[in-house]
């Protein structure tokens, strides 16, 4: 294992998130920053164009602050990380670049981070588990384009258990969100809206429930949803209905979710025994799919562990250390390295 010679700055623009963050060699955090992009809203939805501009307007004022904060100058980082994917192509090409030149003027080695893989290590930062989290472990990652399940081994080691057959469980909360005039992003308003609401009041579906196997699906449950909305005449919903569909979809959401995990927890313990069930990506913020979560793996002997909130959503914390881990084991990419905007974790090597 070779130590950074440096602090390493990450980078993340992979979707609407402009993010930095240096870190010491160790992992400690010394200076981050995330800024989400509000010019999306008016849209409901992100606007690939639109964040490529962003991205380009705010990262140079974003990484200047952040390495201030620091104390630490380009001259004096031991490396530099950028998400190149996947993602959208624009802020990839946009963020990526910006650290090949940081890297190529300052001589400094270059890590391409996956983005699924810096949330898939996100766990084993310094300090968010007594003694650090080691490999093997079985990942649940749950964001806005992607939903699988996967038995992480090693860095750039992953085995896929199963993953969504239609929409990913952030998409249907933000389809959700939509629906319901709970505003953008879906996920974070369904979940406030959630909270003055009695999730047995709708009956929805749970698709897969008890199925063998741990793939996932969530459009039949989107499609429920909008029927009961398509019930109601045109307009807003009665502010209570709302609050009850967002609270019956959450409790679908996240009864399936620890199915699916249980199934998972089970084929994971078959070959390694019960071990650790991480829960990672934006939707990971929910705390009733943590508290499903925490009961299903506490019946199979699981620990659960989900990072802090700020660190679930999209940030730079995660891609400095997925560009540690990897330069610990001596692991860099040549600047021609192209950004990739799809990257699935299972073509990751080490
Ligand atoms: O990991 P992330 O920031 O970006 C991607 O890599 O996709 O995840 C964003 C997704 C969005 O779909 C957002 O609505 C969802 O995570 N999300 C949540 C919550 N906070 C963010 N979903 C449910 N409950 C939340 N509290
Ligand atoms: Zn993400």
Request: charged content about 15%; proline content about 8%.
């Amino acid at each position: 294992m070779t130590t950074p010679a440096g602090p390493i700055l990450g980078i993340e623009t992979s979707c609407d998130e402009t993010a930095c963050a240096v870190l010491a060699p160790d992992g400690a955090v010394r200076a981050e920053a995330v800024l989400s992009q509000q010019e999306h809203a008016p849209f409901g939805g992100v606007v690939p164009e639109i964040a490529a501009r962003a991205h380009l307007a705010h990262l140079p004022a974003l990484v200047d602050g952040t390495l201030r904060r620091a104390g630490v100058a380009f001259a004096g980082l031991g490396g530099v990380a950028a998400t190149s994917g996947p993602g959208l192509i624009g802020g990839l090409i946009v963020g990526s670049g910006f650290a090949k030149g940081v890297a190529l003027a300052h001589g400094l080695p270059f890590v391409a981070v996956n983005h699924l893989e810096a949330h898939a290590l996100t766990a084993r930062l310094p300090g968010l588990v007594p003694g650090g989290l080691a490999f093997p472990y079985l990942l649940l990652l749950v964001s806005g384009g992607h939903c699988q399940c996967v038995s992480v081994q090693g860095v750039g080691r992953y085995a896929r258990l199963g993953g969504t057959i239609d929409d990913a469980v952030g998409e249907a909360f933000d389809k959700v969100g939509k629906l319901l005039g709970a505003g953008w992003p879906g996920g974070p308003a369904v979940e406030r809206l959630a909270a003055a609401g009695d999730p047995a009041r709708f009956a929805l579906p749970r698709p897969l429930l008890g199925r063998p196997g741990c793939d996932f699906s969530f459009s039949g449950l989107k499609t429920a949803v909008a029927q009961r909305v398509a019930a109601y005449p045109p307009g807003p919903l009665p502010a209570q209905d709302a609050a009850d569909l967002a609270a019956s979809f959450q409790r679908a959401v996240a009864e399936v979710m620890a199915d699916r995990a249980d199934h998972a927890m089970a084929a994971f313990a078959a070959a390694h025994g019960p071990r650790t069930l991480v829960v990672a990506g934006g939707v990971a913020a929910n705390l009733a799919l943590r508290a499903a979560l925490e009961t299903a793996a506490a019946r199979r002997g699981f620990a659960l562990v989900a990072p802090p909130l700020r660190l679930c959503g999209d940030n730079a914390v995660m891609v400095a250390w997925a560009g540690i881990e990897r330069l610990r084991l001596g692991l860099t990419d040549p600047l021609a390295t192209a950004p990739r905007p799809r990257w699935p974790l299972q073509e990751m090597t080490a």
